[in-house]
């Protein structure tokens, strides 16, 4: 039988694995654990994306970091701009994002420190095969926006400060439009990339994902990508420590330095080169730190 500590710790890890829980809900199980003591292991807290929760590749990459150090990661899911922010209050020890101009910022004003370039893989536009709005075919991503507003055919958004929203908002930008509640066909779930493509799915409309989270989750909805390779739709992510010295209350350092340096070793590019090809046939994500990693 659990005991009242192990239930306790569970139903934490349970609420900081959830890519859909709001802040309120993960600063309350980052307390739990900590008051919990739930590991005789030390631990170390990295917030992320949504993206790397939702393609699964965390499963893969944080188990040797963890044996190796004797760590264990506990991962707090949400969007790069909530990512970030937790960071700066000092309830992360590590970050990883995928929105250079929220990442860059949270650098220049000293929060973060030994930022490294870790993995890329790109968005895309996916919405139904009968494709209302006739952008399939499309490179250009601004144009096909365009041609989604002109029809006014469902588009559905993340509406969460994430590295997608703040993609969505750049082409919408490059189109000379900004979308709002105001228009009928504009939804905003504030929710996960998972949530926001099932929402597209039951709308018969249009989103942009990272093409990671949609290859991982592909098979569970019927929406089909219909504008790609446009290089604004290019997707890096960046891990970065938070810094002591800025947030006064972080004291893991020490092993947020080791997590960069392993997530641009050898062995961590390797597994992201690796990572969807035995699956669906392609990588989900393609290594940076060690580009031509095996």
Known sequence: MLTS???????????L??????MAILVTALAMLSLAGCSGKSTLTLSTTTSTYDSGILDVLLPPFERANNVE???????????????????????LAHAPSLEL???????????????HNDFVIVGPAADPADIGGMA???????????????????????????KEKAIWAAASLTPSAADPWYLSTGQGMGDTLRMAQEKEGYTLTDRGTYLALKDTFNL?????????????????????????????????????????????????????????????????AIPDAK
Request: one cysteine or more; glycine letters at 8%.
């Open 105 to 119: 910022p949270f650098m220049d004003e000293g929060y973060g420190i030994d930022r490294m370039a870790v993995m």
């Open 73 to 95: 990661v506990k991962v707090v899911a949400v969007g790069s701009g909530e990512a970030i922010e937790l960071g700066k209050r000092g309830d992360a020890d590590v970050v």
């Open 17 to 22: 694995r959830q890519p859909r829980g709001r």
């Open 224 to 288: 089909v990508i219909l504008t790609e390779k446009d290089p604004i739709m290019a997707n890096p992510y960046h891990v970065m420590a938070v810094n002591p010295a800025k947030v006064t209350t972080v004291k893991k350092y020490d092993m947020a330095k080791k997590f960069v340096d392993f997530m641009v070793s050898q062995e961590a590019q390797s597994i992201i080169a690796n990572y969807g090809v035995d699956k669906w046939g392609q990588p989900l994500f393609f290594p940076d």
């Open 140 to 166: 250009n991503a601004a144009e096909a926006f365009t041609k989604i507003a002109t029809a006014e055919v469902t588009f559905v958004s993340r509406g969460d400060n994430s590295g997608t929203h703040t």
């Open 5 to 15: 500590q192990r239930l306790l710790c569970r139903g934490a890890a349970h609420f």
